[in-house]
């Protein structure tokens, strides 16, 4: 907040006047000059034309100099970085600044005016947000405040600016470099500022859940606890956004986090959204809260949650399906690093030898015979999409992955991700043999043998689609352990699941769940996470002959 001494006029704002700052033109040459305009009142039925600055909050010496008129006043840095921009522009515009344009010091006008910010937000033509940090490391939920996060939500057209040495700003009049706010990835964040106050952070959350028409009754948690805070949030949420689970495809493996850490006070089911999310967590396999999801485990039935539950418990409907019989150990890689190949990487060729093993005569495989029972492995590796399946030609692509013949051994072993290669790979093999690269030419054998074409399955080449299909064996399998149901099914579970943890397909989940029976109070049970099963990812256990009969309730605790 800036301190101004300008003499402000009284206005009418429960009547819907403001006030905005018309900048005069600055020349280029001039601007390290104070900027100069002048405060205008208008009222917004007659729909004037600004643009909207909400408080970036900053100390005394991070201010700078603004004249309105003859009389010296300040802003914070980041509201002069944008407007700069408008002022050496060839039409400089009209700005409603909210520690300008408002007089704090009339604590009626203040309060009126906090009561009129959807109103003023919703009729700016843009609504501008300048963070002091480099683009790449910004995220919303971890730098921008619940008032910033209100304004982008209340804005028809929210534009965020990074400023830093490396990005300068330009007039808008010109390519300006902007990155427009994207809201469908605003839950994927789930990294804290260890500095924010946990109910800072729910209000980010429920003030988006606003602008989208989603109201969250939550109870006064001045007095609760961070778990208590948490698991109303959680509760509120999945009542109240059509009775799906998708927040609880972001409760995170427990098992990574030391014992003194506060979410050992959470239930089960609650996400961590207090503390920094650990390098070795899973990255979730929803894209949420997009419209389309890549599955659909239980997409015609959404969750009920039941009053009578107490805080701590959460009582979900689903199937009780299968349960797991065999577990890999979990694959732990170099953070954002996938590699070439399979070659040298012992726990996830341990992977495979679980999966072909031979099916005992009296429960045979659900996806039959030795080629469909590979076929479900390599879209496993992937956690293939049930709505979007990879074409057959992919398993040309892993098979290649697997490099049972070590045609990565010519590759600069020092290098081990994808991307580190991907020059490499691009390139011809410098060999009297073969013009063609390593991987081109072990691709096209094999998509020989396998009776596959690998040259035409997309507008992608075979080397880019190949790149492809690794990161996204990384992304799927990356901190989590391959399993084996006491059915045959298989899939991908998180870190800290066990032998025994139940295979569950609750009503408004899109994938399935594992949940641990609890010895101490029977009946009940621990959330260990998502999990990716073959087979299970598109409405099959609702068509299964004993669904009915497996039918239940999971008291989650």
């Not at 996060?149 to 028809?156: D, E, G, T």
Request: a neutral charge.
């Amino acid at each position: 907040m800036t301190s101004n001494s300008y003499p402000y006029k009284p206005i009418d704002v429960v009547g819907g006047e403001i006030r905005i700052f018309v900048p005069l033109p600055t020349k280029k040459s001039h601007e390290d000059a104070p900027i100069v305009g002048r405060l205008e009142t208008v009222q917004l039925s007659t729909n004037p034309d600004y643009d909207a600055l909400p408080t970036t909050w900053a100390e005394p010496e991070k201010t700078t100099e603004i004249r309105l008129g003859k009389i010296s006043s300040r802003i914070d840095q980041n509201a002069e970085t944008i407007l700069r921009c408008v002022c050496t522009s060839s039409q400089p515009r009209a700005v409603w600044i909210e520690s300008l344009c408002v007089n704090h010091a009339d604590k009626g006008e203040a309060t009126n005016h906090r009561a009129q910010r959807q109103r003023i937000y919703s009729q700016a033509r843009q609504t501008i947000v300048c963070l002091d940090l480099p683009a790449a490391s910004a995220t919303l939920l971890d730098f921008a405040t619940p008032e910033i996060i209100q304004a982008l939500v209340y804005s028809k057209n929210p534009v965020l600016f990074y400023r830093s040495e490396e990005m300068a700003l330009c007039s808008h009049d010109q390519n300006v470099p902007v990155i427009s706010t994207q809201f469908d990835n605003f839950f994927k964040t789930t990294a804290a500022n260890p500095r924010e106050d946990l109910r800072d952070r729910i209000n980010k959350y429920t003030t988006y859940l606003e602008g989208a028409g989603i109201i969250l009754p939550l109870r006064e948690l001045t007095t609760a606890t961070r778990a208590q805070i948490s698991a109303e949030f959680t509760r509120k949420l999945v009542q109240h956004t059509g009775g799906n689970l998708d927040i609880l495809n972001y409760r995170e493996p427990r098992d990574r986090y030391p014992s003194s850490d506060t979410i050992l006070e959470l239930p089960s089911w609650v996400p961590n959204f207090a503390a920094e999310r650990i390098p070795q967590t899973p990255t979730p396999l929803l894209n949420w809260p997009a419209a389309d999801s890549n599955y659909g485990a239980t997409s015609l039935l959404t969750a009920h949650i039941r009053e009578d539950d107490k805080p701590d418990t959460l009582t979900l409907s689903g199937i009780r399906f299968d349960e797991i019989s065999e577990l890999g150990e979990p694959w732990h890689p170099e953070p954002d690093k996938p590699p070439i190949s399979r070659s040298g990487i012992k726990v996830l060729e341990e992977w495979e030898t679980l999966a072909l093993a031979p099916s005992p005569a009296h429960c045979p495989s659900p996806y039959g015979g030795e080629s469909t029972r590979k076929e479900a492995l390599w879209r496993t590796y992937i956690a293939d999409y049930a709505r979007y399946p990879a074409p057959k030609e992919g398993g040309a692509f892993i098979e290649c992955w697997y490099d049972r013949v070590g045609w990565s051994s010519d590759l600069d072993t020092a290098k081990t991700a994808v991307d580190e290669h991907l020059k490499t790979l691009l390139l011809p093999k410098p060999s009297p043999r073969s013009w063609l690269s390593p991987l081109t030419h072990h691709l096209r054998r094999l998509g020989s043998v396998l009776g596959v074409s690998v040259d035409n399955t997309g507008l992608l080449g075979p080397k880019e689609q190949y790149i492809a299909y690794a990161r996204r064996i990384y992304t799927a399998c990356a901190h989590r352990r391959f399993f084996m149901t006491k059915r045959g099914f298989i899939g991908l579970a998180p870190s800290n699941a066990g032998k025994g943890d139940v295979v569950a397909v609750l009503q408004g989940g899109k994938t399935p769940f594992l949940l641990r029976p609890r010895q101490v109070h029977m009946g009940t049970y621990e959330l260990v996470g998502e999990c990716f099963v073959y087979g299970l990812m598109n409405q099959e256990a609702l068509g299964w002959e004993h669904a009915i009969v497996a039918a239940r309730e999971f008291r989650t605790v």
